[in-house]
C-alpha cells in the first residue's frame, strides 16, 4: 500500500506496540500471542497477561503506561496483514515496522545486493549488473542504503523495477545525507524504505549490524558483489545463513583486497555468480516473472473475489495493485478482470 509524500503526514504507533518496541527480546510477542488467542487479543488487552509471561512487574508497567509514538511513515505491526511473512514466527521479529513506499515489495521475490562501501570500478559495474538484471525479471532489490555497492544496487534497480532500502536509523535520518536524493527516487519509483526504530533514533555504529540482520531476513537470496575481510556485507551472509537464505558471492581479481571477503565466503560453501543470466534462471526457475502469490493466482484464471477473499482483502484493492503494475509496465490487462505478464 503506497503511503503518502514524504513527510506529509503522520501515523500512529498505538500504545501497546510503542510498549512492545521499548520491550523489544524481553519476550517472544509470537509465543505471548498463541498463549492468549492471537497478536488481535494481545494487542487490545495483553497488557494484563505480561507478568505471567515472565515480566517483572516493574517491566509490565512502564509497558502499559508506553506514550503512543509518531511517525512520519506507515507502521505495520505484527498484528497486521501487511507484516512480511518472512519475519512471521521469528523470535527475534521486530513488533514495528516503519515504511515508506509500497508495502507491496514486502511479499514478492526478493533479492539482497550487498557489499562494501568503498568499492572499486568493477564492483560498481557487478552490482549495477546484477541489480539491474533482477529488477527487470521482477525481482525486488534489497539493500542497505549506504555508499557503495549499496548504492549503486539500488540506484540500478529503480532504473529497472524496483528496490527495498532497510536503514539503520528511523525515517527522520538518511545516513548518508547524500543518499536524500537516492531516498525519495527509491520511492517514486514503487518502491519501499523500511526500519525498525522509531523515527527519532539517529544512526548508530551498533545499528548497522542489527540493520544487516534484517536485510538477510527480508530477502529470499544475499549477493555479496564486492567485501574486504572485515565488511558488514560478511554479517549480512552470516545472517542470512542463519535465516536459511541461499549465499552467493561474487569472486574478484587475484590479489584484491576489495574481495578477499567474497573468497572467503566462498571457500565456506556461498555459491559463485560466474554468469549472472545464470544466477537469475537458478534463483527464479521456472517461475521467473512472478511477483507473488496472489499475482500468479491472477495470471493463471483465478477471480480476483476468489483471491481477495484469501488475502483478506477487497477486489478494489487488487484492482488498485494491478493497476500500478500496469502503468509500470509489469502486466496488461485482457478484459474482463483477466491479466497477463508483461
Known amino acids: 500500500m503506497p503511503c503518502s509524500a514524504l513527510g506529509a503526514r503522520l501515523a500512529v504507533v498505538e500504545a501497546f506496540w510503542a510498549g512492545a ?13 498463541e498463549q492468549v488467542g492471537g497478536l488481535d487479543k494481545l494487542s487490545i488487552d495483553g497488557a494484563a497477561q505480561l507478568e505471567r509471561a515472565g515480566l517483572c512487574p516493574e ?23 501487511q507484516y512480511p511473512s518472512r ?21 514478492e521475490r526478493t533479492v539482497a ?16 549488473n546484477i541489480a539491474g538484471s533482477l529488477a527487470r525479471a521482477g525481482v525486488v532489490v534489497i539493500s542497505g542504503l549506504a555508499r557503495g555497492i549499496d548504492a549503486h544496487a539500488h540506484r540500478a534497480a529503480c532504473r529497472n523495477g524496483r528496490t527495498l532500502a532497510v536503514m539503520a536509523s528511523g525515517l527522520s535520518f538518511t ?21 525498525i526504530w522509531p523515527d527519532d533514533v539517529s544512526p548508530q555504529p551498533f545499528l548497522f549490524p542489527q540493520r544487516n540482520q534484517w536485510i538477510a531476513a527480508l530477502s529470499d537470496h544475499v ?17 542470512a545463513a542463519d535465516f536459511g537464505r541461499e549465499v552467493w558471492a561474487v569472486p574478484g581479481p587475484i590479489g584484491s583486497s576489495s574481495s578477499t571477503g567474497c573468497h572467503r565466503i566462498i571457500a565456506q560453501g556461498a555459491r ?67 491479466y497477463a505478464l508483461a
Open 21 to 33: 518496541l521499548a520491550h523489544r527480546g524481553v519476550v517472544d510477542l509470537w509465543q505471548l500471542a
Open 59 to 81: 517491566r509490565a508497567r512502564a509497558w502499559r503506561n508506553a506514550e503512543p509514538l509518531q511517525s512520519r511513515g506507515d507502521v505495520i505491526t505484527m498484528a497486521d496483514a
Open 87 to 107: 519475519l512471521r514466527g521469528l523470535q527475534c521479529a521486530p513488533p514495528v515496522l516503519f515504511v515508506q513506499g509500497d508495502a507491496d515489495c514486502l511479499e
Open 272 to 338: 559463485v555468480v560466474v554468469d549472472v543470466d545464470q544466477m537469475l534462471q537458478e534463483m527464479t526457475g521456472e517461475r521467473l516473472g512472478f511477483r507473488s502469490p496472489w499475482l500468479q493466482r491472477v495470471v493463471c484464471g483465478e477471480s480476483l473475489e476468489r483471491v481477495a477473499m484469501d488475502e483478506n482483502t477487497t477486489v478494489l484493492e487488487l484492482l488498485q495493485r494491478l493497476s500500478r503494475l500496469e502503468v509500470q509496465g509489469r502486466v496488461v490487462c485482457l478484459g474482463g478482470q483477466r
Open 175 to 195: 545516513a548518508p545525507s547524500s543518499n536524500q536524493v537516492l531516498r525519495r527516487k527509491i520511492v517514486e519509483t514503487g518502491g519501499l524504505v523500511l526500519t
Open 223 to 239: 549477493v555479496v558483489v564486492e567485501a574486504p575481510q572485515k565488511s558488514g556485507a560478511l554479517y549480512t551472509a552470516e545472517f
Open 113 to 128: 545486493v550487498v557489499g562494501t562501501r568503498n568499492c572499486t570500478g568493477y564492483g560498481e559495474a557487478v552490482a549495477r
